[in-house]
């Protein structure tokens, strides 16, 4: 069985999520999609210049897990300013500081480490969880699948 895949910390979330190069019909371009923790390694380590350890800690991911992710996100930006196409943000395997699940079975609330966080509880198993904020920010970022 595979080792389940944790979830990046993420601590930026972009309010303009989609762009398109200038004169261009979105209709008639390819789509490049760049994750939201590609985008936030591209931050720490490009705009807050960080070192790659310090982003990894902030990440909650080892140094080889970090460079995977900043080496995927630069080459869909790459290849999306050389082609002409679009970028849309959004998605990925990411948690967040701002937002927790709560158990309505055993009401334990907890931070989302791991994909199948996000569908039952941790402490007892029940499929029986939501979001514990009801904010707008939990509204827009925080979906489920």
């Known amino acids: 069985m595979a080792r389940p895949k944790k979830f990046r910390r993420v601590e930026f979330f972009p309010e303009d999520t989609y ?23 591209m931050r720490l380590r490009d705009i807050e210049k960080l070192t790659q350890e310090e982003c990894a800690e902030r990440m909650n ?26 970028i849309r943000i959004g998605g990925g395997y990411y948690t967040t500081k701002h937002c927790k699940f709560r158990c309505l079975d055993c ?15 941790p402490t007892c198993g029940s499929k029986n969880v939501i979001c514990s904020k009801k904010a707008e920010f939990c509204r827009k970022w925080c979906e489920r699948e």
């Open 19 to 41: 762009f398109v190069p200038w004169g261009k019909p979105k209709c008639e371009m390819e789509e490049t999609a760049l994750n939201i923790e590609e985008l936030e390694a």
């Open 61 to 86: 991911v080892s140094r080889q897990t970090f460079q995977n992710i900043i080496d995927s996100a630069r080459e869909k930006v790459s290849t999306a300013l050389v082609e002409g196409r679009s």
């Open 107 to 121: 009401k334990s609330i907890y931070q989302v480490n791991f994909e199948r966080d996000k569908y039952s509880c």
